[in-house]
Every structure is written in C-alpha cells, then in structure tokens.
C-alpha cells in the first residue's frame, strides 16, 4: 500500500491535503482553475497530486511535495517528473515564428566604414 494511504504519513497527507483543498484554486499542472464542487468520476474534479511522483522519490506527505489538480490532468501526468510544470506546455520557438520580411535592415544594424 501507498506511503500517503497507510502508515505514519496517513495523517500529515489528510491535513495537508486539507489545506490544500481549502486554499488552492487552479490545477497544479494545467494552471486552469478547479471546480471543488464536481465529485469523482467527474475527469475534472479536485484531487490532490504529488509533485515529484512517489514513484521517483517524492515526499509521501510533505505540503510542498502537494497540489492540486485536475483528475484528467493527474492521470495524463502519471508518474513523470517535470522540473516545472509551465514548462511541459511551453512551445520551442523556432524559425517558423520569424518575421516574413526581406527588407532585414530592421533586424541589423549596419555600420558604414567610411562616414
């Protein structure tokens, strides 16, 4: 059984699990906010998530190892580890968000040698 389900972080993980509830808002790992009114097996009620998966090492009950999310959103996230979560939806930019233009004297500056 699960560290946070049984044992001696059974009652840190319900207080902080509490607090959480009570103060978070927005989805830990989406950033959308969180309707605490629809109950599981609704995919988008309140469930308390760790951020570095037990799994991988996480604090089974430690409030800064907790937030809040999305059931859809925690279930995709599985047991992967993100560094930073608004990361994981960041896009890379590459040279398809250039500016379209040829006149490229307003990206360089050019120096004249003589004057």
């Known amino acids: 059984m699960r560290a946070d ?10 207080k902080n699990k ?8 927005h989805c830990g790992i989406c950033g959308q906010l969180v309707d605490k009114k629809l109950k599981y097996p609704n995919p ?7 951020v570095v998966p037990l799994a991988k090492g996480g604090h089974p009950s430690l409030i800064e190892n907790l937030q809040l999310a999305h059931m859809s959103c925690n279930r995709i996230k599985s047991d992967k580890l993100f560094a930073d979560n608004s990361k994981a939806e960041q ?3 590459g040279n398809r968000n250039l500016p379209q233009s040829r006149d490229w004297s307003q990206f360089i500056s050019v120096k004249s ?3």
């Open 5 to 14: 389900k049984s044992g001696t972080h059974r009652v840190a993980f319900e």
């Open 44 to 50: 988008m009620c309140a469930v308390i998530d760790h």
């Open 91 to 93: 896009k890379t930019l």
């Open 18 to 25: 509490k607090r959480i509830l009570k103060t978070a808002t």
């Open 113 to 115: 040698e003589g004057g």
